[in-house]
């Protein structure tokens, strides 16, 4: 199956298994909205339980809080996002599509990187065993060439980025011959900055309207807090504040589903650290953070480093955690070293001192934030893209979501073989002995296979089936979602085994 009609599929199977729903559905929906149904916040909430229990469980000196989506309007002022969150934008003439530029550019960037890996592939068919790789990729002219063409775009992009120089951009689409995946044609308009923040009115005109943006990014809301975390909570430095909330930005590119929305949740950590140990720390969370994608137990092959050419206005080092989605690796998460660059704003444009007094150096500082930036939304997406699977079983077939147990929406149902004979009172008894520790799910409609495919395909770890032997001797069958074998298990044993297994402690444990 090809990655695109993989992806269509992906998209389907959340709709059909009440994972997500378009927003307001019954209107057509709203262009890169998204609701969640009661499989999909199931998992959206224990993804957030990883992650929250990952930070502020595990690590002691990393605390959470609950910040307002609507701030001081002069904390974007200070923050840079009035005056520098813009996208360029491009539109193509024949087919009044919008795209971002410095995507477009990316993309091609990355097919010159295929080209290359699909170089490679032929030279490995083609040498067999004694195919020396880092040899051939620093040798083969064809692939020097190529690698010289993406430098080449990759430095004259960075700079045009830097230096803001809009109608370069454009120049690079035009040479590089980059074409509208609509249209086919490289009619482009000129470039244009767009600002991706929302505004709204807070209190009534009448009362003299102030213009408030919905957050663009929760770190601010960190930030804001920093002096009264640090005083209530007593913290030292190194410490970290860790947040999980919505945030909203006008994408006006938004395509590939839940990868980017218009309103999404983002699970943020910023660690205030003393100045000139930043990048240091900045090494410590980017292996602690890739550690705690591997821990879910998706291919490693998954997932890259990506590094920032152009940095963001606040930082001095950035890397992705890049996933490689149906449609391509793409940025699952930031870590980005931001400096005193927020605090030393607020302390500007507040007039607020936001300093700390480090006891054994003896010195009043604006600490330093290395910042962990995670989209709620794209993890899930990548977990959800990472875990489906079709398999052909002979004369059927069936679709699995293979999810790491512990974040599965439902850990175990319960299905009688028949609604009758006492076995639907005794499967009663065993939901009431598993549902205060975990979710699980009472099925009693249809044939056994059919409630077997309906648990796959929602990624239910176990199905435990309660038959006429289950009445004599007190045991049941536990079905295993992956390998779908089947073992005869007694009920005073079930608790055990379906907990240890989906507990989320089995993740938290590996990190
Ligand atoms: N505080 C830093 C910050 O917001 P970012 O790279 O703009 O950095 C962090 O965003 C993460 O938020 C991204 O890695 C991505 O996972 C997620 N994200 C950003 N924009 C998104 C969108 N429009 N839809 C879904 N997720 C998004």
């Avoid at 943020?268 to 410590?284: A, D, I, K, S, T």
């Avoid at 049941?476 to 079930?494: A, F, G, H, N, P």
């Amino acid at each position: 199956m090809n990655q695109e009609d993989l992806f269509k599929k992906i998209v389907a199977h959340c709709k059909e298994y009440g994972f997500i729903f378009p927003s307001s559905e019954i209107y057509d929906g709203l262009s890169a909205v998204y609701d969640y149904g009661q499989n999909g916040v199931q998992l959206k909430n224990n993804i957030k339980e990883y992650w929250w229990k990952a930070m502020t469980q595990l690590n002691e000196e990393v605390v959470g809080i609950d910040s307002a989506i609507f701030m001081h309007p002069t904390v974007w002022k200070a923050s840079g996002h009035v005056d520098e969150f813009n996208d360029p934008l491009i539109d193509n003439k024949d087919s009044k599509k919008r795209y971002r530029a410095d995507v477009l550019i990316e993309e091609h960037i990355e097919k010159i990187r295929e080209k290359i890996a699909k170089e490679v592939e032929k030279a490995k068919k083609r040498f067999g065993d004694s195919f020396n790789e880092e040899m051939f990729v620093s040798t083969n002219p064809r692939v020097l060439e190529y690698k010289e063409k993406i430098d080449k775009i990759t430095q004259r992009f960075t700079k045009a980025l830097e230096t803001n120089d809009l109608e370069d951009l454009r120049n690079i689409i035009i040479e590089e011959g980059i074409i509208c995946p609509i249209s086919g044609s490289k009619n482009w308009t000129e470039v244009r900055q767009f600002n991706l923040m929302f505004d709204t009115k807070l209190g009534s005109v009448a009362e003299g309207a102030n213009t408030i943006y919905l957050r663009p990014e929760t770190a601010q809301g960190i930030f804001v807090n920093y002096l009264n975390v640090q005083k209530t909570g007593r913290m030292k430095i190194p410490f970290g504040i860790a947040q999980i909330g919505k945030a909203f930005r006008n994408e006006i590119v938004a395509r590939q589903f839940i990868f980017r929305m218009r309103e999404f949740e983002q699970m943020e950590m910023q660690y205030f650290v003393r100045p000139g140990e930043e990048l240091q720390w900045f090494e410590y969370w980017k292996e602690k953070r890739l550690k705690w994608h591997l821990a879910l137990g998706f291919p490693e092959t998954k997932y890259r480093w990506h590094k920032h050419e152009k940095l963001a206005h606040y930082a001095n080092a950035a890397y992705d955690i890049e996933f490689e989605f149906p449609f391509g690796f793409k940025e699952l998460e930031g870590i980005h070293s931001r400096t005193d660059f927020d605090l030393s704003q607020h302390e500007k444009f507040s007039g607020k001192k936001i300093r700390y007094f480090d006891n054994e150096t003896e010195e009043s500082y604006v600490p330093y934030v290395v910042e962990t930036s995670i989209g709620l939304d794209r993890t899930f997406l990548a977990v959800l893209s990472a875990s489906y699977k079709e398999e052909n079983l002979g004369e059927e077939s069936r679709v699995v979501l293979s999810i790491p147990p512990a974040l599965a929406p439902i850990k175990a149902a319960v299905l009688p073989l028949v609604k009758k004979d006492g076995l639907p009172e005794l499967a009663r008894e065993i939901m009431d002995i598993l549902k205060y520790e975990m979710n699980c799910m009472y099925e009693e409609k249809d044939s056994i296979g059919k409630r077997y495919r309906r648990q796959d395909a929602i990624g239910t770890p176990y199905c435990i089936t309660v038959d006429h032997q289950s009445l004599e001797d007190s045991t049941v069958t536990l079905r295993y979602r992956d390998t779908m074998q089947q073992e005869r298990i007694s009920i005073d044993k079930l608790f055990d085994i379906v907990k240890s297994k989906t507990d989320m402690n089995t993740l938290l444990k590996k990190l």
